[in-house]
C-alpha cells in the first residue's frame, strides 16, 4: 500500500502546489482520521492565495476546510464516531481557554488554529483531525451536498442572529456562494419578498437558478428606487454577503426603521463610510456574523429537508487532481460552487 497520497498544497505568494505528500495516521488519543470524500472550494481559500493575500495561510499547509469523508480509523479516546461513519468538519479549532472561548464564543476566538489555514485540510485523500472537530452524519446526502455543511453552518449563524419572518422584505447583496445559500435559507424560511443584488451576469444567473425570485443589477438600476416601487417601502432587512465596503454606504438608506443590516462577507482591506446619526434615527441594528456558532447541529439536521436545495449552487465538479481549474472558476467568478472529489468522482 502507498504510503504517500495526492493533496493541495498552498506554498506561499499564490502558489498552490498538487503533489504527493505523506498519508496522515491517528497519533494522539482525540485524533479521527478521515477519507475525503467531496470538498468544497471557499472564497477564503481564493483570498489566501492572493496576491497580496486577503487572508493568512502558512505555507506547507494542505488546503481546505469545508469537506466531508468516510472514519478510517479513531484514537482511545474518541467515542462520538467510529470506523465507517460519514462525518463533517468543523475548522475552527479554538484554544478554548481565551476570555472568548470561556464566554462560549468558541468561533470568535483570536487564537483559533483553522484547518486547512493553518494545520492540514481536507484538499487531499486523507486528513487527521482533532475527535472534537467531527460531526457524524445520521443521514446520507450526496457528497457534493454534505461537502457544503461548514459554510451552511455558518449561513445559519446569521439566519439565527436575523430571525426573518415570512412577511418580511429582504434585500441581499451579493450571489457568490454564501449569497446562495442565503437565498436558500430566505426562501426555507418562508421570506418571498426577496431581491439580490448582484452586478454580475454569470452570478444573477446563478441567484435565479438557486430560484430568488427577484434579481438586479445595482450597476445599471436604483436599488432604492426599485424597492420603494415593488414594495411601497423599504427593506427590514438588508445582507451584505460581499463585505465590501461601499455596499454599507449603499444599503443603509435602503432601511425602513428598526430594520436590521448583517455583514456577513469579510473584505480585511474594505473600509466605509457612514452616518452614525442615520442609525440613530431610525433605530438600526447592525450585526456582523463570523463563521458557525454551536449551529453545525442545525446544518446537519438541514441536509435531510429535500427543500433545501443546496445541490442548485453547484457548478463545477473536479477531480484533486483539476483543483487548479476549479480554483480560476471560483476566482474568476464564474462558478458558483465547485465541488473536488479527492478519492474519485461520487455524484
Not at 462577507?265 to 442609525?279: C, K, L, M, R, Y
Request: with cysteine; hydrophobic share 45%; charged share 20%.
Amino acid at each position: 500500500m502507498s504510503e504517500t497520497m495526492l493533496a493541495a498544497v498552498f506554498e506561499g505568494e499564490g502558489r498552490l502546489a498538487v503533489k504527493q505528500m505523506p498519508i496522515p495516521h491517528v497519533v494522539k488519543p482525540s485524533d479521527v482520521k478521515i477519507k475525503v470524500l467531496a470538498a468544497s472550494i471557499c472564497g477564503s481559500d481564493i483570498h489566501v492565495l492572493s496576491v497580496p493575500p486577503g487572508q493568512v495561510g502558512k505555507p506547507g499547509t494542505i488546503m481546505g476546510h469545508e469537506f466531508y469523508g468516510t472514519v478510517e480509523a479513531v484514537g482511545d479516546e474518541v467515542t462520538a464516531v467510529a470506523p465507517g461513519d460519514r462525518v463533517v468538519v468543523d475548522p475552527i479549532i479554538a484554544c478554548g481557554t481565551c476570555p472568548d472561548c470561556r464566554a462560549g464564543h468558541h468561533n470568535l476566538c483570536l487564537d483559533a488554529v483553522n484547518i486547512g489555514q493553518f494545520c492540514p485540510g481536507g484538499f487531499a485523500e486523507y486528513c487527521v483531525v482533532p475527535g472534537s472537530q467531527v460531526y457524524r452524519l445520521p443521514t446520507t446526502p450526496p457528497a457534493s451536498v454534505a461537502a457544503q455543511t461548514e459554510p451552511l453552518a455558518c449561513v445559519l449563524n446569521a439566519m439565527i442572529k436575523l430571525n426573518p419572518t415570512p412577511d418580511q422584505r429582504v434585500v441581499i447583496y451579493g450571489a457568490g456562494a454564501i449569497g446562495l445559500i442565503f437565498i436558500r435559507l430566505m426562501r426555507l424560511w418562508g421570506v418571498h419578498n426577496l431581491v439580490v443584488c448582484e452586478t454580475l451576469e454569470a452570478r444573477r444567473r446563478h441567484a435565479e437558478r438557486c430560484q430568488a425570485p427577484w434579481v438586479i443589477d445595482p450597476a445599471k438600476v436604483d436599488v432604492a428606487g426599485e424597492v420603494a416601487s415593488r414594495w411601497g417601502g423599504k427593506a427590514d432587512i438588508v445582507v451584505d454577503a460581499v463585505g465590501a465596503g461601499i455596499i454599507t454606504t449603499q444599503a443603509l438608506p435602503l432601511l425602513a426603521c428598526s430594520g436590521k443590516y448583517l455583514i456577513s462577507g469579510q473584505d480585511n482591506h474594505a473600509v466605509s463610510t457612514i452616518h452614525p446619526a442615520e442609525i440613530v434615527r431610525r433605530e438600526l441594528t447592525i450585526i456582523g456574523s463570523y463563521c458557525s456558532h454551536n449551529t453545525f447541529s442545525v446544518a446537519i439536521d438541514l441536509l435531510a429537508n429535500p427543500s433545501l436545495g443546496l445541490d442548485l449552487l453547484v457548478s463545477h465538479k473536479v477531480a484533486l487532481q483539476d483543483i487548479k481549474k476549479g480554483m480560476d472558476a471560483v476566482a474568476d467568478k464564474s462558478a458558483s460552487r465547485v465541488i473536488v472529489y479527492p478519492n474519485g468522482m461520487l455524484d
